[in-house]
């Protein structure tokens, strides 16, 4: 079998902040092999963008590892990640944010290949054009600066740089959700066919149950940094088993609108991730909870009757409690 192109264990991540520990990624284990993409989903808040942050040591894991590509980074200095920064890239929510406003769209393509490639600056140049042509920027908007282009055009420059060294891995944190709805179609149309051209492995992080229907091969969900539920993408969405997944699930609105809609609103405040309860932290906002849900953590386990990848963290799921009822 061919090995996957990120491996995490056991990865957690803590901050120190007034008053304690802020715990923002807690124990989460995942692969990701060449070609697929892993969407993570959950509310914000729960870990989501800190762990794509650590499986890219753009910020260091506090425990486990991250092996990428057959290199256990988790304790490689930022000197030695750079070497591998051409294989792993990230696009992120903000494109304006992630532009240098004194460059043009051109320049800032060509900068990542004038890092990571031994290409002349006539064969960037001519790269540039052809990332450009690409991502459906014509030659004119590459001479504009980031200022003088949309926010749809700024994530597409984003996505140019992204791919421009041939990544074997892409993280998207969220890279639709600044842009309009018919802007965000044309966006993941490309991402999309990207992902067929180039074969990178993909985490795409998000809020958005309709994008990760659309994009995602399996799916990941993260409740106060801690993994709930996974499962193929068509199983997640038509068969959740952990409550809290059943409740996300619920707020999808449908195309169709003479869907019926079965809504789970939570109540309860969701706990402080500076003080983490004991046992399940969804228990005091779940409507099937029990008084043990309360006092032992339930581990990730095979949802009974569902595929063997479809794993969930509930404690009912033993006695069939585990559905809210409608």
Request: aromatic content about 4%; some cysteine; charged content about 20%.
């Amino acid at each position: 079998m061919t090995p996957p192109v990120l491996e995490v264990r056991n990865l957690s991540k803590r901050f120190p902040v007034p008053g304690g520990v802020l715990t923002a990624v807690n124990d989460v284990s995942f692969s990701l092999a060449a070609g697929e993409t892993l969407g993570l989903v959950g509310e914000s808040g729960s870990g989501k963008s800190t762990l794509g942050r650590c499986v890219l040591r753009l910020i260091a894991p506090s425990a486990g590892r991250v092996v990428f590509d057959g290199h256990d980074i988790t304790d490689w200095s930022e000197a030695r990640c750079r070497k591998l920064r051409a294989g792993m890239q990230m696009v992120f929510q903000d494109p304006w944010s992630a532009l240098n406003p004194r460059m043009t769209a051109r320049s800032l393509i060509e900068e990542l290949l004038a890092l990571h490639t031994p290409l002349s600056s006539a064969e960037r140049r001519a790269e540039a054009e052809r990332l450009g042509l690409r991502v459906r920027l014509p030659s004119a908007m590459l001479d504009r600066y980031p200022g003088e282009l949309s926010g749809g055009q700024q994530q597409r420059v984003c996505i140019a740089r992204a791919i421009a060294t041939r990544p074997k891995l892409i993280v998207l944190d969220e890279p639709t959700s600044s842009l309009d709805l018919s802007v965000r179609a044309g966006i993941l149309d490309l991402l999309a066919e990207l992902k067929e051209e180039t074969g990178a492995a993909m985490l795409f992080i998000t809020h958005d149950l309709g994008t990760l229907r659309l994009m995602a091969d399996r799916v990941m969900v993260m409740y106060l940094g801690r993994v709930v539920e996974e499962a193929p993408a068509a199983e997640i969405f038509d068969r959740p088993a952990h409550p809290y997944t059943q409740a996300l699930m619920s707020a999808h609105l449908p195309a169709d609108p003479s869907a019926h809609l079965a809504r789970h609103v939570l109540t309860g405040e969701i706990p402080s991730p500076i003080n983490l309860p004991p046992g399940c932290f969804f228990s005091s906002r779940c409507p099937v909870a029990l008084p043990r849900c309360r006092e032992t953590a339930p581990p990730l386990e095979a949802v009974p009757g569902a595929e063997a990848t479809h794993r969930a963290a509930c404690l009912r799921m033993a006695d069939g409690g585990n559905r809210i009822p409608t």
